[in-house]
């Protein structure tokens, strides 16, 4: 694991308003950073760009929900 790099110390002379600066980008990266996420999993946007992806995860999710359902029901010892 990488080891956080150090911030470099505010030059002298420069008070809170380079602070302020430096908090409004951090903040500014950080809320682009967490649209691009949130827009590259949101399912109706795959959805309607992507349909084929889309109904292959839909179709994929079933049947590993279906394998899981038939491998728990043999598991107890039984059918149905």
Not at 21 to 35: F, G, P
């Amino acid at each position: 694991m990488r080891e956080p790099e150090e911030r470099p110390s505010v030059p002298k002379g420069s008070g809170i308003h380079t602070i302020q600066l430096d908090l409004e980008t951090t903040r500014d990266e950080l809320a682009h950073t967490l649209d691009d996420l949130f827009a590259k999993f949101n399912l109706r946007l795959i959805a309607t760009s992507r349909p084929v992806l889309f109904g292959a995860l839909v179709v994929v999710t079933t049947a590993a929900a279906g394998f899981a359902i038939s491998a728990r029901r043999r598991g107890r010892g039984g059918r149905g």
